[in-house]
Each structure stands twice: as structure tokens, then as C-alpha cells.
């Protein structure tokens, strides 16, 4: 099964505007994750799918195949659609979102493993519980609550589940890693469903396979990123990532 990773890029982010070339130890964000996505040993090949071309020239020059995209997308699994049109004999595509530079190559492994052994498994989202109680309140960060088989039930950038009854510490909140690999003809089925009320609220694309019936696999990982979604996550991030072993394999 030919497995890729498409990596979604725009400058125009509404929450931070160039969000994909900021600098991070030196070098642009995007670049970070290309080079750890593409580290992974379950990818074929590793694309950056974008509309603008100043994020092209900057991936062209750390040597990272580029597609152009229409500019029109509101939602990042429609531009990934988009790309795979011009990658026809990919079978399994990995959504990895252009604000997660924390990227370990092992979560993509993980992320696509379980399709090996369930060929009606159309879509996977990493999730990882939440350790600190200021995330959980974070607007930023999605939530999600799911069923005892671990598909999800919703997400929500609100604080999920309820602590009405219990604190913080003594409830199971997890949020949404956005490594989200698509069996193909999960991905154009996504892009032909009409957007959905709550998609659109919350602004998160699983949604959209939820409202319609759809499931979504949550697969747990033991890596615990972080994603840039203002300046202050940039800061965050940097710290965190300058004492990373990885950073010496590229």
C-alpha cells in the first residue's frame, strides 16, 4: 500500500498570519516538519501542499516536492485532496498539519499501523491525554471524548468532557494530535460531503465525517506535542524543541 504524507501550508492563518515560515532555532517552521515527517519509515514520499508561493520557494529551497493548490480551501483535508489528485497510485494518505513541529517520525508509524489489519478503516487521528489543566481550557486546542472502542464521539475546541463531578486531575480529557492519515477513498468521499453545521462552529474538518455518520479512529500516542497556533505557542515550542535529539538528524 503506497503511504504518503501531504503536509498543508498557508500563510493567510487568521490566528497567525505567516504562521508556516516562522522561525524556530533557525529555521522555518515547516521545514522542521517536513524533514521529521519525511524521517518516518512507513512513508514512500513526503509532499508540502500549498497556495502561496512564498511558502514554495522556501520549501523548494530545503528540498521538499511542492504542489500548488487552489486558494479557495477553508479546510486543510480538502487542500490535501486537492494534491492527491496529482499522486494517483497513493493508496494511504497522512495529513500532517502544518502547525506541529514537534512532529516525531515514530507517530506517523503509529498513526498509520493500525490499516495494516482493518481494510474497512477509512480514517485515524493521534490523541493524546491532556497533562496540564491550562491546555484543557486552551480554545486552541481540540478536544475530543470517544466510545469504548476509541472512535470518536466529538471533538470540540471547548473544554470536553464536563468536570462537574470531578477535577482536572481525576478526569480523562484528551485533545486531538493532527497526524490524520485517510484511506484514499475516504479523503475524495470527505471533499464530495457537503460542509456541516458544526464543522463549521467549531472549525475543525472531522467533524465533517462525524455529522455524516462517519467513524474516526483515535490511536493514543506517547508523544506529547505541541502545536503552534499563536506567537506564544512559537516560544513555547522553541524551548521545548532545543533540547531535542532529533534536530542533530537534520
Same mark, same amino acid.
Given at each position: @500500500?503506497?503511504?504518503?504524507?501531504?503536509?498543508?501550508?498557508? @500563510?493567510?492563518?487568521?490566528?497567525?498570519?505567516?504562521?508556516?515560515?516562522?522561525?524556530?532555532?533557525?529555521?522555518?517552521?515547516?521545514?522542521?516538519?517536513?524533514?521529521?515527517?519525511?524521517?518516518?519509515?512507513? $512513508?514512500?514520499?513526503?509532499?508540502?501542499?500549498?497556495?502561496?508561493?512564498?511558502?514554495?520557494?522556501?520549501?523548494?529551497?530545503?528540498?521538499?516536492?511542492?504542489?500548488?493548490? +487552489?486558494?479557495?480551501?477553508?479546510?486543510?483535508?480538502?487542500?490535501? +485532496?486537492?494534491?492527491?489528485? =496529482?499522486?494517483?497510485? +497513493?493508496?494511504?494518505?497522512?495529513?500532517?498539519?502544518?502547525?506541529?513541529?514537534?512532529?516525531?517520525?515514530? @507517530?506517523?508509524?503509529?498513526?498509520?499501523?493500525?490499516?495494516?489489519?482493518?481494510?474497512?478503516?477509512?480514517?485515524?487521528?493521534?490523541?493524546?491525554?491532556?497533562?496540564?489543566?491550562?491546555?484543557?481550557?486552551?480554545?486552541?486546542?481540540?478536544?475530543?471524548?470517544?466510545?469504548?472502542?476509541?472512535?470518536?464521539?466529538? @471533538?470540540?475546541?471547548?473544554?470536553?468532557?464536563?468536570?462537574?463531578?470531578?477535577?482536572?486531575?481525576?478526569?480523562?480529557?484528551?485533545?486531538?494530535?493532527?497526524?490524520?492519515?485517510?484511506?484514499?477513498?475516504?479523503?475524495?468521499?470527505?471533499?464530495?460531503?457537503?460542509?456541516?453545521?458544526?464543522?463549521?462552529?467549531?472549525?475543525?474538518? !472531522?467533524?465533517?465525517?462525524?455529522?455524516?455518520?462517519?467513524?474516526?479512529? !483515535?490511536?493514543?500516542?506517547?508523544?506529547?506535542?505541541? +502545536?503552534?497556533?499563536?506567537?506564544?505557542?512559537?516560544?513555547?515550542?522553541?524551548? $521545548?524543541?532545543?533540547?531535542?535529539?532529533?534536530?542533530? =538528524?537534520?
Amino acid at each position: @500500500m503506497k503511504t504518503i504524507a501531504v503536509i498543508p501550508a498557508r @500563510m493567510g492563518s487568521s490566528r497567525f498570519p505567516g504562521k508556516p515560515i516562522a522561525q524556530i532555532l533557525g529555521r522555518s517552521m515547516i521545514e522542521h516538519i517536513y524533514k521529521r515527517v519525511a524521517m518516518s519509515k512507513s $512513508l514512500d514520499a513526503t509532499y508540502i501542499a500549498t497556495c502561496d508561493e512564498e511558502i514554495r520557494q522556501i520549501a523548494e529551497s530545503f528540498g521538499a516536492p511542492v504542489i500548488m493548490t +487552489a486558494d479557495t480551501h477553508e479546510r486543510a483535508s480538502d487542500r490535501v +485532496a486537492e494534491a492527491v489528485t =496529482h499522486l494517483p497510485d +497513493a493508496e494511504l494518505i497522512v495529513m500532517v498539519q502544518g502547525d506541529e513541529p514537534m512532529t516525531h517520525p515514530n @507517530m506517523i508509524d503509529t498513526a498509520v499501523a493500525p490499516f495494516r489489519n482493518d481494510p474497512e478503516l477509512g480514517c485515524v487521528n493521534l490523541v493524546r491525554k491532556i497533562d496540564h489543566e491550562s491546555d484543557y481550557h486552551d480554545f486552541n486546542t481540540i478536544k475530543v471524548v470517544m466510545n469504548q472502542q476509541n472512535n470518536a464521539l466529538y @471533538m470540540s475546541r471547548r473544554p470536553i468532557p464536563s468536570l462537574a463531578k470531578t477535577g482536572f486531575a481525576d478526569t480523562a480529557a484528551y485533545k486531538q494530535v493532527c497526524i490524520i492519515p485517510f484511506r484514499r477513498e475516504t479523503l475524495f468521499q470527505y471533499t464530495r460531503l457537503l460542509p456541516t453545521p458544526l464543522e463549521q462552529l467549531e472549525s475543525i474538518d !472531522m467533524l465533517r465525517l462525524l455529522e455524516h455518520g462517519l467513524q474516526v479512529k !483515535m490511536v493514543p500516542t506517547e508523544f506529547n506535542t505541541q +502545536a503552534v497556533d499563536t506567537t506564544a505557542d512559537l516560544l513555547r515550542v522553541e524551548k $521545548l524543541m532545543a533540547a531535542d535529539p532529533l534536530l542533530a =538528524h537534520y
